[in-house]
């Protein structure tokens, strides 16, 4: 029952590798590939057996190649099935480019602004995880921006987007700022009518309090927001929330049926079906955490 | 990144205690407190810091006191909610006691057989994590028997049961015999009208073709069976199913709301709204197996 030793596999090069989080850790077996510290964070990309290449941001999962679509589509599609526009998009962060990838496969689509602030992980996903962002890199509709995400929607146009995604890590270090009201006013204020906001919301079970907190100030700030919940196997506890919110009304919770279609048959997890039912799986302790918290 | 030194915390007798499946591992820091061979397994018991104490069978986790309500309420209510009837209940499997505490809290239940093959999980989980079987333990409606599930439904009168549960482990070792056609067609036989059947059914990420023949083969068998979809962090993937069976339709989707109130109080997952969209959150790659194999 005690930690195995190297090798971690029948690959006699292969070691585990790693992230720890209160009192539990998640590890695949593989090897670190490239590791370097950026302006922002120690970045670190590893070839994995089971999941093909990741990425990890300050020793934290972030995304792998058989992995991503968990997360990816569970971000991207509610927001722009349920958006009354999506002609401009917004994404905060994101910087392995899957969802900017997911974005475009909306025709609809007709500019995306990615602003991520670590060059060196745009970088490195381009090179090393390239099936991440896919065609996304070389999209005409796609411009990206090397740079702060709190200060571009602080400084955009107000009702500039149809849609702005926070893709973004953990409250803790770069994407602190992009968990409070000051920073989701600006989202908000950035929208066009009909628009959509979407952000990962951490997990209901190893980040509770955060979980439930976003949740809250995100329906103070817009009206309208809910979480829905699905699982990325390499992040803590493996089950995890996005929140989407609107102002005119919950329409991130019922897919346009002509744009779900668009995109359907590309995804693996993600359908109206898979996105009606994740909605609705709010666990009862949070429900009733919402509930009391008015 | 590489594997970290031992202590694995802030207690220096802490170690990792890992279950390692297909290049990927998820350990609890914590410290073994009992481990012994059975005769069909190797048993552990450890105390680990952010869990409480948890049960593995064969090195792969089955339970912990504080993680163990997500496996549980899943598998209970909605078969418990929906059966036409609950007078007559049969575990086959449940050995640490969980699942007979959660059927229990219906207050319809006049008798509950449970078939543990394994002695020495039920001595030690009433001994070491008696949290978890509760009250069922020295309930007067809860009959144990120490003895082959297997057998058991092949021996038992036909309609003689309203709900079948098998809370069982991984189809392989003492398990294997619980994901058949010959056990589930003996599970239908015993059966009352109304009767709703339930098993665990693996995890569509890290057992895709178990859990998509398991679903397959009970919707030939019973004519109606669906999974729902949850989570269990200690369990590879940490995406977990469910599957309920019923002969005369999907009568386990909707919970009756009188027996859901009795039990919804004293949830921390479950609750109507919860199995609703649990039962709706199919991934996309699941449906379109299961169209598929007819």
Redesign the interface.
């Known amino acids: 029952?005690?930690?195995?030793p190297?090798p971690?596999?029948n690959d006699p090069s292969a070691?585990?590798?790693?992230e720890?989080f209160?009192?539990?850790?998640?590890?695949?077996?593989?090897r670190?590939i490239a590791?370097q510290h950026s302006p922002f964070q120690r970045v670190?990309i590893?070839e994995?057996?089971?999941?093909g290449k990741g990425l990890?941001l300050d020793?934290c999962w972030m995304t792998a190649e058989r992995q991503e679509r968990h997360y990816h589509e569970a971000l991207v599609h509610p927001a722009l099935c349920g958006a009354a526009q999506v002609e401009r998009v917004l994404v905060i962060g994101g910087g392995d480019g899957g969802t900017a990838r997911e974005c475009l496969r909306h025709a609809g689509v007709q500019h995306l602004d990615m602003v991520e602030i670590d060059g060196l992980v745009v970088e490195w996903s381009q090179q090393l995880l390239p099936g991440i962002g896919g065609s996304a890199w070389s999209d005409p509709r796609f411009q990206l921006t090397v740079g702060d995400g709190i200060a571009w929607v602080r400084e955009a146009e107000a009702a500039s987007y149809d849609v702005v995604i926070v893709d973004g890590s953990d409250p803790a270090g770069p994407a602190e700022g992009l968990f409070n009201r000051a920073f989701f006013e600006h989202c908000r204020r950035i929208l066009r009518p009909g628009g959509v906001f979407a952000t990962q919301s951490e997990s209901p079970?190893a980040f509770r309090e955060v979980h439930i907190a976003t949740v809250r100030l995100l329906r103070e700030v817009f009206g309208h927001a809910d979480p829905l919940?699905?699982?990325v196997?390499m992040y803590p506890?493996?089950?995890w929330s996005w929140t989407f919110a609107a102002v005119d009304g919950p329409r991130y919770r019922d897919a346009q049926p002509e744009r779900a279609a668009g995109v359907?048959a590309g995804?693996?997890?993600?359908?109206p079906?898979?996105q009606?039912?994740?909605?609705?799986?709010?666990?009862?302790?949070v429900?009733r955490a919402l509930a009391d918290g008015g």
Do not use: H, K, N
């Open positions: 029952m005690s930690t195995p190297v971690a596999s070691q585990w590798v790693d720890i209160d009192g539990v850790r998640y590890g695949l077996a593989g670190v590791e670190t590893i994995s057996e089971r999941y990890l020793g079970e919940y699905g699982w196997p506890s493996g089950w359907a995804c693996e997890i993600w359908s079906r898979w009606s039912g994740a909605f609705e799986a709010v666990p009862a302790f429900e």
